[in-house]
Structures are given as structure tokens and as C-alpha cells.
């Protein structure tokens, strides 16, 4: 796994380390800073695992939001249509019992092959999608029933409709009924969370991210389009912006990591569902009985103080 | 070859070609007429002969609209840090720096409590020279803030937005500011006060995504663009050809998305109006 910088600095450590004290102090402050930087490079994943990390949660075979839904839920009812202009393929809603518990479940939904795929416009919702998930948000709020919801989309869709339809204020209503929310909620990022799509679904109590699950402000495609002025940088862009779970953690974006199994989700659908389910049923656990109002107050505090200051 | 030289790929490209050469600030894009900055600054910095509104700073702005003397900022100390280390071409330090001496503003937003026809209201304005006007944690930050004061004296929050969306420089961090300010704007709600938000051009992804969105009262100045995705955008990924109106302040307020459009000279006392109507708690 050792890059070229890493290999550079070891050499650089063993000459040094092999040199008489001569020199001294400046010396043995050298190793340290050398020593330090090392450390920061093996904690650090390396450009390429980030690059591989996008692509296994782009992979082709990887379960989607009703291949988990399948596995997880009994008596699943889906639900369509957000009552006013459409049903969106690209973003199912429904109710179910995941061990015993009815729960409420919003999630994006993206197509196995060509036809599929673009029914479900590869996982990008138009407004009507969140008009969806917004209705649904109402229904577990009056029933009080939890709330889950799988994150899985490129980004919203851009398109002329979908502006003309209200994409901007869809999304920002859609994280405004799920602050407003006072049952649980917990989502997850299954695949890719990109940008104000991903994030219209996510203002929850617990949010999970799956192993290789990617989360960021903009497509690696789009980010090295515009700051490098070349889609081609896209592994570069993507090492800069750092979607990978790790890294959100680490920012505190995310409150946990869900993992999959060996080599990536689509290795074995079965065995990621069980993981997620697991996952699922310990972040519910974790918030029961906490009462509605503080429930409400610590998902927005969390929120309000997530970002970083000099 | 013939479909393939139809295929627009000159963003894609290391070498495209030069984009044609800037005209003047002061140079009237629709129209061609040219000002002097007093002559601009006399007219609100609007078109005196094709109506077109040219960009305001913040602090331009609150000239504009707040009672002389009025203006009292808060948070003016937030500075943007580099979680990521971030590096493109050059590093975001370096743009920040620039931006701060450009500009002479410690982030695209400032926010501060001020009178407008002596109605009290907390202001945040956002500038879009500040790099974009992008949202990055100090956005958020004092967003939030601005919502807190207002919601503490119990008096409207007043929001100007004029941005490109969240800092892609600040990675997921600068999408978590979305979440953050409805936060902010639900808190905001919930104590009984008002948000009017004024969309200047242009108000578009994460901010039209979240705040923007959001308030009680929502107005445009005419000829924004307040679209989720950017015109380039949407024509690149659906090849559709674009309506010539699209995203405009116009097409929103035929849409349903958006209660006015307000020509700048008219914005002050609209809001001083509104101010009067929502009122103190």
C-alpha cells in the first residue's frame, strides 16, 4: 500500500537514522517531522483507495434501496405518488416491519438494466420524488412510526422540468419536514450521496454510512470540470474533496460506519442486507425512549453545529 | 465524426479556448451602456436606460436598504479554516486570503442586526465577489447565527442571497451547511419570527436548496437566476434546449415558485412593508 511519497520518506528516515549525531539537535528534529509525516500518510488512504471506494459504490451490482427492502422488510407496502403531479421511480417510499417495528422507509432507487435504469432516471429524483418522501415523512409523524431512509442517488435531477417544478425549494422543504420530524429517524448512505439530493433525505437522528458508501458536495466528474477545468481529473478531485466514510467521520458528518461484506456490498446481497438490518436495528434501539421534544432539539444541535472554523 | 463534432465537450478540456474578453463592470450587459461608479451607485446600480440590475456588494447593500447609521455587524471575526487541506490548482488558503483582500470581507456572508424606515430586523447579506458567494462552515456559521439574533430580539430575519451554491472546497462539510441553516431557519420559525428572503442573481444550488428556500416570504429582484442546477448544467446533462427564460426570476414567479419580483428601487420600502406586517413578536 506505501505510495511513492511514503517510500521516499522511509529512505529519507533510514539515512538519517544512520548518520552520527553530529549535527545534533536540527537532526533529531528532522526525524520527528519525518516520523510524524509518515504516521499522517499511513492513517490517510492513499488517492487510489479513495478512487476505489467511488467506483465500488457506482458498482453496477451493487443492492439498491428495494434489494434491501426485500431482505429486510416484512410486509412491505409501497406507497406512490406525491399527490399532486407524479410518482417518481426514482425515489420509493413505503411502509414495512423491520424486526417487529413498523417503520416508515424513503429511499432512492436506481435501475439494473438499460430500461429499468432509465425509469428510474438513474437514481435522480425530480421534485415530485421529494413531494413523495415529504407525504411519507407526514404519515410516519401521525402515526408515530420511525422513519429510515437509504441514500443512493448522483444528485438531483437537472433538468428543465424538474426546475420548472421547484427542484431548489423541494429539497430544502424535504430537510425542513425532517427537522421538523419528532419520531426517529435514522438514514443511511448506500451508495452514492451526492450533493443536495443526497442531503434532502439525510437530516436524520443517526446517519449511517455504508463501507463503501461515497458522500460528498459534488460529483468527482463535476468538481474537476470546474476547479481543474478537465472531467479527466476526476480521481484527483476526488482525493481532494474526500467522499469516502472514513473521512466523514472523521468531519463528524456521519455518526457511524455500516460495514459490507468482503470486496464490497455486491459480493453478497444477503449478507450486506443482514449487516444494514443490524445496523439499522441497533440505531433505532439507541433511540428509544429518549422523549420527542429533546429528540428533536439534539438532531438540530447536531446540525447547527456541524462545520468547521479557523 | 459528423454526430461526434456535434458533441460540446469544451469544459472537458484542458485547452478551450479563450472566453471572450471581460467587459467593463460598469459596462450595462444587456444594453451596452456605460456608467460611471457614481452615476451606478445614484441609480442603485441599476440600468438607468434597459433597467438591467448590476451585482451589490453586502455592504453596498445594506447601504441601500438599512436606516443611515443602523448597520451594527455581528460575527464579524469568523474565518473560514481548511479542514481538507484542501489543493485544485492552487490552495483554498491561498483563495481565501485573496478573496479577503479583495473584497475586504471575512466570508461571502455578513450579518447584523438594522433598522429599515426604522422597523428593527437582523440583516444577512451575501456577496457574491467573496469567491463565488459559495457557502462553506463560516456561510453557515453566521447564517445561523443571524437566525439566533433575530429569534433572541424577536424581530424578522431579513436574508439577501447572491450564490453559487455550497464551497466545493470545504467538501461535504460545505453540504452539511445546508441542513444546518434549515436548522437554523425551522429554530427561527418556531420562536414566532419571520424570514424574508430577497433572491438577488444568482441564487442557485445549495443556497435555493436550504435557506433561501425557506422563508415566510420569498422575492426576486428582476432577471435573477435562482435555479438548483445551473443553466450550463442542465443543458450539458439532457442536451435539451434550454427555454430562453430558464431559471429566471421570471419563469419562478410564473411557476409558483416565488411571491414578487421587486425592481431594486422598490426593495426598500417592500421590505419596510413587509417588516411592518410581520412586525415584532
Not at chain 1, 553530529?22 to 487510489?48: F, N, Y
Not at chain 1, 404519515?139 to 408515530?144: M, N
Amino acid at each position: 500500500m506505501a505510495n511513492d511519497a511514503e517510500i521516499r520518506l522511509r529512505d529519507r528516515l533510514s539515512k538519517l537514522s544512520g548518520l552520527d549525531l553530529l549535527r545534533g539537535a536540527r537532526l533529531s528534529g528532522e526525524l520527528e517531522r519525518l516520523k510524524r509525516q509518515i504516521d499522517r500518510i499511513e492513517a490517510e488512504p492513499t488517492d487510489e483507495e479513495i478512487w476505489s471506494k467511488v467506483e465500488l459504490a457506482r458498482h453496477e451490482e451493487r443492492p439498491y434501496t428495494l434489494d434491501y427492502v426485500e431482505r429486510l422488510f416484512d410486509d412491505w407496502f409501497e406507497l406512490h405518488g406525491d399527490r399532486g403531479r407524479g410518482d417518481d421511480a426514482a425515489l420509493v417510499a413505503g411502509i414495512g416491519k423491520l424486526e417487529g417495528r413498523t417503520l416508515a422507509l424513503v429511499g432512492h432507487q436506481k435501475g439494473r438494466d438499460i430500461k429499468e435504469r432509465s425509469n428510474r432516471n438513474f437514481g435522480m429524483a425530480y421534485p415530485e420524488g421529494y413531494r413523495k418522501a415529504m407525504r411519507v415523512m407526514e404519515i410516519a409523524e401521525r402515526h408515530g412510526c420511525p422513519l429510515a431512509t437509504f441514500v443512493d442517488t448522483p444528485g438531483a435531477y437537472p433538468g428543465v422540468a424538474a426546475e420548472q417544478h421547484g427542484q431548489g425549494g423541494a429539497i430544502a422543504r424535504s430537510q425542513a419536514a425532517m427537522a421538523r420530524l419528532k419520531v426517529p429517524t435514522v438514514a443511511c448512505i448506500i451508495g452514492e450521496g451526492g450533493s443536495g439530493g443526497a442531503v434532502a433525505i439525510a437530516l436524520a437522528d443517526t446517519v449511517l454510512m455504508q463501507e463503501n458508501a461515497i458522500y460528498s458536495v459534488i460529483s468527482p466528474e463535476g468538481c474537476a470540470a470546474i476547479l481543474w477545468r478537465d472531467a479527466g481529473e476526476r480521481q484527483k478531485a476526488a482525493a481532494a474533496f474526500k467522499p469516502d466514510a472514513a473521512h466523514c467521520l472523521e468531519l463528524g458528518v456521519i455518526d457511524g460506519i455500516v460495514p459490507e461484506p468482503v470486496g464490497g456490498a455486491h459480493e453478497s446481497h444477503d449478507e450486506a442486507a443482514r449487516l444494514l438490518g443490524a445496523a439499522l436495528a441497533d440505531a433505532f434501539d439507541g433511540l428509544e425512549g429518549v422523549p420527542q421534544a429533546e429528540l428533536r432539539a439534539r438532531r438540530r444541535q447536531k446540525f447547527r453545529s456541524m462545520g468547521v472554523l479557523a | 465524426m459528423v454526430e461526434a463534432s456535434r458533441i460540446d465537450v469544451s469544459i472537458e478540456h484542458k485547452h478551450a479556448p479563450e472566453p471572450p474578453p471581460k467587459k467593463h463592470p460598469n459596462t450595462c450587459p444587456t444594453c451596452g451602456s456605460h456608467f460611471r461608479d457614481d452615476e451606478l451607485d445614484a441609480a442603485l446600480r441599476v440600468c438607468t436606460h434597459c433597467d438591467h440590475h448590476f451585482p451589490v456588494k453586502a455592504r453596498k447593500r445594506i447601504e441601500q436598504l438599512a436606516d443611515p447609521g443602523s448597520f451594527v455587524e455581528e460575527a464579524a471575526e469568523l474565518r473560514s479554516a481548511d479542514p481538507l487541506d484542501f489543493f485544485d490548482l492552487r490552495s483554498y488558503k491561498d483563495r481565501l486570503a485573496e478573496a479577503e483582500v479583495a473584497t475586504g470581507l471575512g466570508d461571502a456572508l455578513l450579518i447584523g442586526s438594522a433598522t429599515i424606515e426604522e422597523q428593527s430586523c437582523e440583516l444577512a447579506v451575501m456577496d457574491f465577489s467573496f469567491m463565488g458567494g459559495s457557502m462553506g462552515s463560516v456561510t453557515g456559521e453566521k447564517f445561523a447565527r443571524a437566525c439566533e439574533s433575530a429569534a433572541a430580539a424577536g424581530i424578522p430575519l431579513v436574508s439577501i442571497s447572491a450564490s453559487g451554491g455550497a464551497r466545493m472546497q470545504e467538501g461535504i462539510l460545505a453540504l452539511m451547511q445546508m441542513p444546518k441553516t434549515v436548522c437554523a431557519v425551522e429554530e427561527l420559525h418556531e420562536s414566532g419570527c419571520a424570514l424574508l428572503s430577497v433572491m438577488a442573481h444568482p441564487t442557485t444550488g445549495g443556497l435555493l436548496a436550504s435557506f433561501a428556500s425557506l422563508g415566510d416570504v420569498l422575492l426576486a429582484e428582476p432577471g435573477a437566476l435562482m435555479s438548483f442546477a445551473g443553466p450550463r448544467v442542465v443543458a450539458q446533462t439532457t442536451r435539451e434546449k434550454l427555454p430562453d427564460d430558464f431559471g429566471l426570476a421570471e419563469s419562478n414567479l410564473r411557476f409558483g415558485h416565488v411571491d414578487a419580483i421587486v425592481r431594486r428601487s422598490e426593495l426598500r420600502p417592500t421590505l419596510a412593508r413587509l417588516l411592518r406586517l410581520f412586525g415584532e413578536r
